[in-house]
């Protein structure tokens, strides 16, 4: 069984490695999606800069990095202990850092918020459809993608705690939670500032609240 779990670990962090946002923003419309918008290689920036369906896209890919992953350990190792599920747990962590620090990116990532998704969904479906919830309800309200996802992902050990999950898990989930929520320091000055970029519908426009409305020229090719 240890031997299985090194390989998942491995597996998990090289693969989630792999940095599809800015391949997909290269591949696409010839950009570097590191030189723009935010510098993030994750779905918000991509829709932003390169355009809505390639946003969800990136969203999908870098879901599933955390989601295959944790389902194959589950499928392999099991889950009936709480050892087996603290394995999970590690292969789900391994997967994450994989994405936040990239070895094909000069240890450069996303912030991790759809690689925690694909992590979760395999561990808790149900924990995830409540931050889910409330990250819809946040962006719905104020339209701030990094408020939604911070406070979506603050909540997480909460439902899991509810859901009867190990303690380990629950532990886990925190330290995940704040590690997304350090990764989003900018995004949290700015919000303190007041000019955090809103989302608006379709990605295409942002709210500047010193500048107002901004028109946004999707990149995407026809």
């Given at each position: 069984m240890w031997t299985v779990f090194i390989v998942l670990l491995v597996a998990a962090y090289l693969s989630a490695s792999i940095p599809f946002g800015l391949l997909i923003s290269r591949r696409v419309v010839r950009l570097d999606i590191t030189r723009a918008g935010s510098g993030n290689i994750g779905a918000t920036n991509v829709a932003r800069e390169v355009g809505l369906k390639w946003g969800i896209i990136t969203l999908l890919v870098d879901t599933l990095k955390g989601f295959i992953p944790v389902a194959l350990a589950h499928y392999l190792l099991g889950s009936s202990t709480e050892m087996q599920e603290a394995l999970k747990g590690m292969v789900g962590l391994s997967a994450l850092l994989g994405h936040q620090f990239s070895v094909y990116n000069r240890f450069r990532g996303?912030?991790?918020?759809?690689?925690?998704?694909?992590?979760?969904?395999?561990?808790?479906?149900?924990?995830?459809?409540?931050?889910?919830?409330?990250?819809?309800?946040?962006?719905s309200l104020w339209k701030y993608v990094s408020l939604g996802s911070i406070l979506a992902v603050l909540t997480l050990p909460i439902w899991l705690h509810l859901m009867g999950h190990s303690s380990f898990v629950i532990l886990l989930s925190l330290v995940i939670s704040l590690l997304i929520t350090l990764l989003h320091g900018e995004n949290i000055k700015r919000l303190l500032q007041g000019n955090e970029r809103r989302w608006q519908k379709g990605g295409a426009k942002v709210i500047d609240q010193s500048n107002g409305i901004v028109p946004h020229q999707s990149k995407t090719r026809s």
């Open positions: 996303g912030k991790g918020v759809a690689t925690c998704l694909g992590v979760f969904l395999a561990i808790s479906p149900f924990s995830c459809l409540f931050s889910g919830i409330i990250f819809l309800v946040l962006v």
